[in-house]
């Protein structure tokens, strides 16, 4: 199939090249030129512009041999320089399209475990049956998964065994329960009466989720300041090999990824670690990307060491100066307690003296006159 579509875009691209390099010329329906029409851009013949004498021959002429007869067919004139480079780049990227679509294999996308359909190329009308056709279901063009001929099944591969059927009118092939090794190309070769009718191939695209990722935190160091913690993010069993990504407090991140499996055909798990250092409660999320899913999970991060900050230490300016203001009033205060009590008590002893005086000469008086008192008495 690919190789006829070749072929005719081929062909096509030349007939496209001829008619752009030169006039075109319209022939009478059914006529048949017997003669090469010049590729100068110059239509032949003495009849005018527009107009050429050629020798055709008609079908009839043609079959017996007959002699050739002038006929006249319109000659288009030929394209300007410009407009023949335009068609020329514009018939290119048609033709490109053609053979890309073409060419294209279709994809069929499912997941491990469930059911998957790959279409064929053909389908058995209504007033025919399988038992005329043999299809061939195979896998990288040399394993055959399921072929049938006569309507009955003739070969099996063993690692399809119970999980694959046919539709015996589409020529649909089912497999369930899908498994990662069936990823692949699969080919569907359809004949009759052992002429071959098509064939075409199709991709199948098989994919495992992974489980939902775990996000651990351990923290390494401690302080006033800030919290360092080692956060891991994993997930395993997953196909194919996923894509690991972050974002922390919605910023975008990336992980120290690293991948694990047994083979190429395998489930994944994947690990992915980073150091952070938190300074405040943040929420870190990670993500696992595969084949066009996607699963992810959050965490908050919150900073475990809460201590107060002590103060900034005031500036040298300001320490001098209370310095001297605490050493001026510790010596005011010496000063006050040496000098202050001496003159204190200088009066102090002052008073109590006169005060003794006044006792004496008071006590002194009476003693006088019980003596005077006595005398007489006497």
Not at 248 to 263: D, F, T
Not at 313 to 319: D, L
Not at 330 to 340: D, Q, S, V
Request: proline share 6%; with cysteine.
């Amino acid at each position: 199939m690919e190789i006829l579509l070749r072929k005719h875009t081929v062909l096509l691209s030349s007939a496209f090249a001829n008619m752009l390099a030169g006039s075109l010329c319209l022939a009478p329906p059914g006529w048949r030129s017997t003669q090469s029409i010049p590729r100068d851009g110059v239509c032949g013949g003495d009849e005018g512009a527009g107009a050429a004498s050629w020798p055709w021959r008609t079908p009839r002429e043609e079959a017996v041999g007959g002699p050739r007869s002038c006929r006249k067919m319109m000659c288009l004139p030929a394209s300007p320089p410009a407009l023949r480079t335009c068609l020329r780049l514009g018939l290119l990227v048609l033709l490109c399209l053609g053979i890309g679509q073409g060419l294209e294999k279709k994809v069929v996308k499912s997941k491990a475990g469930e059911k998957a359909s790959l279409p064929c190329c053909h389908e058995i009308p209504s007033s025919e049956s399988l038992h005329k056709y043999r299809v061939y279901w195979q896998k990288n063009v040399t394993d055959v998964v399921l072929a049938y001929s006569e309507g009955k099944v003739i070969s099996q591969h063993e690692r399809y065994q119970n999980r694959t059927e046919m539709d015996p009118w589409n020529l649909t092939l089912w497999i369930s329960p899908l498994e990662i090794l069936d990823n692949g190309s699969y080919q569907c070769v359809v004949q009759r009466n052992s002429v071959l009718v098509c064939s075409e191939s199709v991709i199948l695209s098989v994919t495992a989720d992974f489980s939902k990722p775990n996000i651990t935190a351990e923290v390494s160091a401690d302080s006033c300041e800030l919290t360092e913690m080692v956060i891991t993010c994993s997930s395993h069993g997953g196909f194919p090999k996923a894509r690991l990504s972050g974002a922390l407090n919605n910023v975008s991140m990336e992980w120290n990824a690293s991948w694990v499996s047994e083979s190429s055909f395998s489930p994944y798990n994947v690990t992915g670690k980073r150091v952070l250092n938190v300074t405040k409660d943040v929420t870190i999320t990670c993500s696992v990307e595969y084949g066009g899913f996607a699963t992810s999970t959050s965490l908050l991060l919150k900073k475990t060491n809460n201590c107060v900050v002590p103060p900034a230490p005031p500036p040298y300016n300001v320490i001098t100066a209370s310095i001297i203001i605490v050493i001026t009033f510790i010596l005011a205060i010496t000063l006050a307690a040496r000098y202050l009590p001496r003159h204190v008590c200088s009066r102090c002893c002052k008073h109590q003296d006169s005060v003794e005086e006044g006792v004496k000469e008071h006590t002194k008086a009476p003693m006088i006159s019980k003596v005077t008192a006595e005398t007489s008495s006497v």
